[in-house]
């Protein structure tokens, strides 16, 4: 419970300094422009998935379960590779923006989705492995918060938004070489990794799992709001706001989730599983709370964000709750169940069955339907995802296979 509270701590300083500069942002720089920010931070998220290359996603079980002294090392491994991936990525940052936003929009679109994409470079999936809570408030929350903070400042200012966006990129560089700087003298000796490009392209394949995983749940959680930028342009605003909210979910979620996957984990394999049966059966209760909260809550907090400017109904906010429910499931499940049992396989499987069954009808629904279709082809691909996740984790069980 006290790992909880402070992973709790760690979210809820960017989470409320997040939610305090979307206002902000609507009433100094407008409605449009605020959906273009939301647009780049949803692609700089796609991006993203290239430079982090799955160690977001599997590095917390990897580094739980290896000795500390070794650690460090992993670490400035995946730096070294992730800066090369930096590279491979921020053409595509400059290029995507021409296809989704009109000519006074696209230099903005394209520098926040490069301010965006630095954090992908850190070590908060680092800090969740060793289980170091205080570590990822200090080198992680708290500069990306005081980016946000004096980008808040800046605007206020200023009225420009890209003073706004220079602040959060400044201070998400202070984070990642904070954070690389603490882990590489971590362990009483400095850790280095080769740099050459041989070496860093060398490791990816060990990250096959994680990468397939991030990059087809990214991609069927990001591309509704890129579908609709590109085809629905009158109902970003609007999108991006629901958007939000499933976002400010996951992270409301990820203290939960992060205690969880340095929690479960047992060298006494009949407690691990015991863990991981309760948490799968706690995982569904979770999700239905949460995305009716979600779906209560989203019609007067968008009105509420906003100053009254971008107002989401009921008939979006349902089939975002539902989103969320199958978010929350699949987060718990798949994370902090699936890695353990060694079922990287699994996971990375139910996120492309995922991305099979959503992306098309989300580009149907984006083309030739309306907002909420997207959001409802979203909901089923999640709940996909969940129902499949849940599946392998009681056949695994069931049948003792560890």
């Not at 991006?47 to 982090?52: D, F, I, Q, R």
């Not at 420009?160 to 070489?177: L, S, T, W």
């Not at 709940?383 to 049948?399: I, S, W």
Request: net charge positive; proline share 5%.
């Amino acid at each position: 419970m006290a790992r909880l509270g402070t992973y709790t701590a760690a979210v809820a300083i960017t989470s409320i300094v997040g939610l305090l500069a979307i206002p902000v942002v609507v009433t100094q720089a407008g409605d449009v422009a605020w959906g273009v920010i939301a647009v780049a931070q949803t692609l700089a998220g796609l991006l993203g998935v290239l430079v982090s290359f799955g160690w977001g996603t599997t590095g917390p079980a990897m580094v739980a379960g290896m000795p500390a002294e070794d650690r460090p090392q992993m670490f400035m491994e995946s730096l070294a590779s992730r800066l090369y991936l930096a590279a491979v990525a921020v053409p595509f940052a400059i290029l995507i923006p021409f296809l989704l936003t009109t000519p006074e929009y696209r230099g903005m679109m394209i520098a926040a989705c490069c301010a965006y994409l630095i954090p992908f470079l850190g070590g908060a999936w680092y800090f969740v492995g060793e289980a170091r809570p205080r570590r990822l408030i200090l080198f992680d929350s708290l500069p990306i918060s005081m980016g946000t903070l004096a980008g808040v400042a800046g605007i206020l200012l200023t009225q420009n938004i890209y003073v706004f966006i220079a602040c959060q990129g400044v201070f998400n560089i202070v984070a990642v070489v904070g954070t690389a700087f603490v882990i590489r003298r971590s362990a009483g000796r400095t850790a280095r990794a080769d740099p050459s490009p041989r070496a860093a392209f060398g490791r990816l394949p060990r990250q096959l799992h994680g990468v397939i995983t991030a990059a087809t749940s990214s991609l069927y959680v990001g591309a509704p709001l890129i579908m609709v930028s590109a085809f629905l342009p009158a109902f970003r605003e609007v999108y991006a706001m629901a958007d939000r909210f499933i976002r400010y979910g996951q992270i409301a979620l990820g203290p939960v989730v992060q205690v969880l996957q340095g929690s479960i984990a047992s060298t006494d394999k009949a407690v691990e599983r015991h863990r991981i049966g309760r948490t799968t059966l706690m995982a569904p209760l979770l999700g239905v709370l949460g995305g009716a909260g979600i779906a209560l809550v989203l019609p007067w907090g968008s009105m509420l964000l906003s100053n009254g400017r971008i107002s989401v109904g009921l008939g979006l906010a349902l089939p975002i709750g539902v989103v969320f429910a199958g978010v929350a499931v699949s987060s718990v499940v798949g994370l902090a169940c699936l890695i353990p049992l060694g079922q990287g396989r699994a996971l990375a499987a139910s996120t492309v069955l995922g991305a099979a069954v959503g992306v098309p009808l989300i580009v149907l629904a984006a083309a030739f339907v309306g907002p909420a279709s997207v959001a409802w082809a979203v909901a089923l691909s999640e709940l996909t995802v969940a129902g499949y996740q849940v599946a392998v984790v009681r056949r695994v069980l069931r049948h003792g296979r560890h």
